[in-house]
């Protein structure tokens, strides 16, 4: 097949892989532009631009495809289709309308369940035990298509959006190699998606970040398991110099009751508003991962310190 892929962070990368080592021809390789990023925000190629010049392929940067321009450029590969996985950029219907056999898009959820820019994060973040990843045709309505082949995945009740995110990308990349596969041969069946259980995966806002004590054990659970690794959830406290900022990567829901916010027991055990979080995991401003034995010597917290509330940054 004749293939156009549109794609930018890591996750895409296992699928751009997949289609090249199927042997199908990719003409062209549609991403985000370098962005600055590290110590010196340099520019930084996506992960996709890297692969693909890896691969030797041709790789377009648009800061939109809006406009005839763009259109005409894109129709003049000639592809069968499009490959579009996690790529960032709105598709108009001139670029939806251009390959013979349309746009194939992989989608990190049970669609209906978490149209949208973050279905990883929010599966987690809601307690979903299942997830999965889709196959589906591409139209104008946000991740409204219908779909042509599906996995399900279980959500383990400690998995982050991390650790769901590595597990999803290389199933997902053999399920699009599946369905390209089946669309060339003309086997690949759609299938209308059900007008019930919609709900929108928006995007993660900063002030979702800050840990709110004042929920039940669970709930802060599956926000920090939902938000690590990036951007992760976070607490502020005095380590011995002022007030600063902890991620939290990983926890546990412990046993444990107190004031909301308020530590508990030996090592990281935090009330909640019902029950309690053990924090496993933590991170420093512009510091490595620390398991909590590492993190706390050396600091003030001790049971009895309160890390809730505090003002908004």
């Known amino acids: 097949m004749r293939l156009i ?4 962070p890591e996750f ?44 030797g392929l041709p790789v377009l940067t648009p800061a939109s495809l809006k406009g005839d321009a763009e259109a005409d450029v894109f129709a003049s590969f000639g592809a069968d289709a499009a490959v579009v996985v996690a790529y960032g950029l709105l598709l108009p219907q ?14 990190g959820s049970l669609l209906p369940r978490w149209r949208g820019a973050a279905p990883i994060q929010r599966a987690v973040m809601a307690g979903d035990s299942m997830t999965g990843v889709m196959v589906m045709r591409m139209e104008a309505g946000l991740d409204t298509g219908p779909v042509g082949m599906a996995e399900t995945l279980p959500i383990g009740p400690d998995m982050t959006a991390g650790d769901l995110h590595d597990h999803m990308a290389p ?76 991620k939290v990567l990983r926890a546990r829901v412990s046993d444990g009751s107190g004031p909301a916010g308020t ?12 029950g309690a979080v053990t924090l496993l995991q933590v991170q420093r401003a512009g510091k490595a991962p620390l398991d909590t034995d590492t993190f706390l010597r050396g600091t003030r917290l001790a049971p009895g310190l309160r890390l809730a509330p505090s003002s908004p940054s």
């Open 171 to 246: 199933i997902g990349a053999d399920l699009m190699g599946r369905a390209v596969g089946a669309l060339g041969r003309g086997s690949l069946q759609f299938k209308a998606q059900s007008p019930d259980g919609v709900t929108y995966a928006r995007k993660i806002d900063k002030a979702e970040c800050r840990i709110d004590w004042d929920h039940p054990a669970q709930v802060v659970h599956d926000t920090i398991r939902g938000l690590s690794p990036f951007p992760g959830a976070f607490f502020e406290a005095d380590l011995g110099s002022g007030t600063e900022r902890v």
């Open 5 to 8: 892929f549109m794609g930018t």
């Open 94 to 107: 001139r670029i939806l309308d251009a390959p013979a056999l349309g746009c194939l898009n992989l989608h």
């Open 12 to 55: 895409a990368v296992p699928t751009l892989s997949e289609i090249v080592g199927q042997g199908h021809e990719v003409v062209a390789v549609y991403t985000r532009a370098p962005a600055q990023g590290g110590r010196g925000m340099d520019l930084r190629p996506s992960p996709v631009h890297v692969m693909a010049q890896r691969f």
């Open 263 to 274: 530590l508990i027991a030996g090592g990281l055990t935090v009330a909640c508003a019902a």
